[in-house]
């Protein structure tokens, strides 16, 4: 995923936007390629699936569960349909309901869905070895009832984001839609030399009018030239208007908001299994010491 972020989102902050077209792509990077780590920093969340499986590496390779057939299970991540596989499962914490990942391969790709804490994560790499493609779903805000002053959903970021990577190309396109985020829905795309942006930026009760962007992918300081990266292969997220601890307005990107904030398990951060690892999957401890 790194190797196909624009390089001036995964960079210093040495250069500050001076030729933004009514969006800022500055502003962009410092809420979402932040290395302070903050809550919706893409690198910090990516970066806690990587840390576990690590330690599922250093485990060892001997688990029985990772000889036995793939299960199927399907996600239905912000309005998508997509099919997942797991051949096993690992538990964290005395949680309850209990943090857990799930990963599998198949002749299609590798699988993996983590839940448990701030965030819930599913993602996909397909193509080769040589061509990966990276497809990642996730959700940011699911303990925020004991977070900020108010202890409800909307008492910090609530958002959810969708991100495809082809590395080998410099391809990159992520979706945003949420809640303290800075932004009511929001897309970019970059080839590598160029980022494109469209988005509805968030006043709270209300959400702007869409603007865009254009700047060059290694110097937000500089124009791009986005003739040919303004059309998009995932679909926009833009949040719908609703009440938490404070009302919160509709995005005016898409034209038609398909996000639902509401703080619910049924809202648009409740993909997927959440309360146990699907059924049939194998656990990776078992038998372990």
């Known amino acids: ?12 902050r040495a250069h500050r936007l001076a030729v933004d077209a009514m969006l800022s792509a500055s502003e962009f ?21 990587d840390e576990r499986l690590a330690e599922v590496n250093s485990a060892g390779a001997d688990a029985p ?35 857990f990942m799930q990963f599998g391969q198949t002749a ?30 996730y959700g940011v805000g699911y303990t925020n009832a004991s977070c900020g002053m108010d202890g409800t959903f909307d008492g910090c970021s609530y958002a959810v984001t969708r991100i495809h990577a082809e590395p080998a190309h410099h391809a990159f396109e992520m979706s945003v839609a949420g809640i303290g985020v800075g932004f009511c829905g929001i897309q970019v795309r ?44 995932i679909p926009a997220l833009g949040r719908a208007s609703g009440m938490g601890a404070h009302a919160f307005g509709s995005t005016l990107y898409p034209a038609t908001p398909n996000i639902t904030l509401d703080g619910t398990s049924a809202d648009s951060l409740g993909f997927g299994p959440a309360d146990a690892p699907t059924a049939g999957v194998g656990d990776f ?3 372990k010491p």
């Open 29 to 49: 990077r410092d809420r979402f390629f932040n290395p302070a780590g903050g809550p919706t920093d893409v690198f910090r969340i990516l970066g806690s699936v």
């Open 1 to 12: 995923m790194r190797a196909a972020t624009p390089s001036a989102f995964a960079g210093t």
């Open 65 to 99: 569960c990772l000889a036995g057939d793939p299960v199927t299970y399907a996600l239905s991540p912000f309005g998508e349909d997509v099919t997942f596989a797991a051949q096993c499962y690992r538990t964290f914490g005395a949680s309850s309901p209990p943090a």
């Open 108 to 137: 299609d790709g590798t699988f993996l869905y983590v839940t448990g804490g701030a965030t819930r994560v599913a993602a996909r790499v397909t193509g080769t070895a040589d061509e990966p493609i990276v497809d990642a779903w």
């Open 190 to 233: 970059s080839d590598g030399t160029s980022i494109y942006g469209i988005g509805s930026t968030d006043m709270g009760t209300t959400c702007n009018v869409p603007a865009t962007l254009c700047v060059a992918a290694d110097d937000l300081a500089a124009a791009g030239a986005c003739d040919a990266i303004t059309a998009f292969s």
């Open 285 to 287: 401890d078992a038998g």
